[in-house]
């Protein structure tokens, strides 16, 4: 059992039933030219997160922890996307259409695809939602239970949309959740912030934040303690 000083208090966890999920790091959200800044916004502020994201990825792969990939992504005839999805929005780019990355949100084009510097390693879960939350409509529940998943770390964007309903979706289902607060990110600054606050507030009544640095020293703390072969 690790533990982390986290906010509002101590975040206990145990590696081999803790998984890593990343929230949609996929181009369109973060990359010049895709689905996030055709509709109007600045993607450098989330372009700002990768470095700690791949930071905490290989440590976490180099502690042996489970790690799940998730994208936002519909299927080609957009079967699982209601219309009161698709209809909102930018009316100039909804979901389906031709973007510069390709259509927009769908499963298997080049805007859909995890941004290369976080790309999934073999054996990793990687999971498409077509809604917000990672648990909506996808087997990640029982994924997780047939690991033994009690605890989840989360990063990836946005942080008040994808982010926050996913680590919603897990508490309600029994799961220990730790947003790590550098990893993640918005569009708008001030949500991030809120999201932040109102996940961690009323004795982390969604669940507990910590920084990537404090997760690093945790691993590293592990690393050392772990008897050296010979
Ligand atoms: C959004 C997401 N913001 N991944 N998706 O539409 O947060």
Redesign the pocket.
């Known amino acids: 059992m690790t533990t982390i000083a986290a906010v509002p208090f101590l975040y206990n966890f145990d590696v081999a039933a803790t998984a890593l999920v990343i929230?949609?790091m996929q181009r369109d959200?973060v990359e010049p030219g895709g689905f996030g800044e055709t509709l109007g916004n600045d993607v450098s502020l989330l372009q700002a997160i990768v470095p700690a994201c791949q930071a905490v990825l290989a440590a976490w792969r180099e502690a042996g922890g489970l790690v799940v990939h998730t994208r936002?992504a519909h299927t080609p005839n957009l079967s699982n996307c209601p219309p009161a999805k698709r209809n909102r929005g930018a009316p100039t780019l909804r979901i389906g259409d031709v973007g510069p990355m390709g259509r927009i949100l769908v499963a298997g084009e080049p805007g859909n695809q995890i941004i290369p510097e976080l790309a999934p390693a073999a054996g990793e879960i990687v999971l498409d939602k077509p809604g917000?939350g990672a648990f909506y409509a996808t087997p990640l529940h029982e994924q997780l239970q047939a690991n033994g998943i009690t605890h989840l770390l989360f990063m990836g964007?946005?942080t008040e949309?994808?982010v926050q309903t996913s680590m919603r979706e897990a508490n309600d289902r029994g799961y220990d959740c730790l947003l790590l607060e550098d990893c993640t990110e918005s569009y708008f600054p001030q949500f991030k912030a809120a999201a932040v606050e109102m996940m961690r507030a009323q004795g982390a009544i969604v669940g507990w934040t910590a920084t990537s640095a404090q997760l690093l020293a945790a691993l590293e703390g592990m690393r050392q303690a772990r008897p050296q072969p010979g």
């Open positions: 929230i949609d959200f936002e917000k964007v946005t949309v994808c």
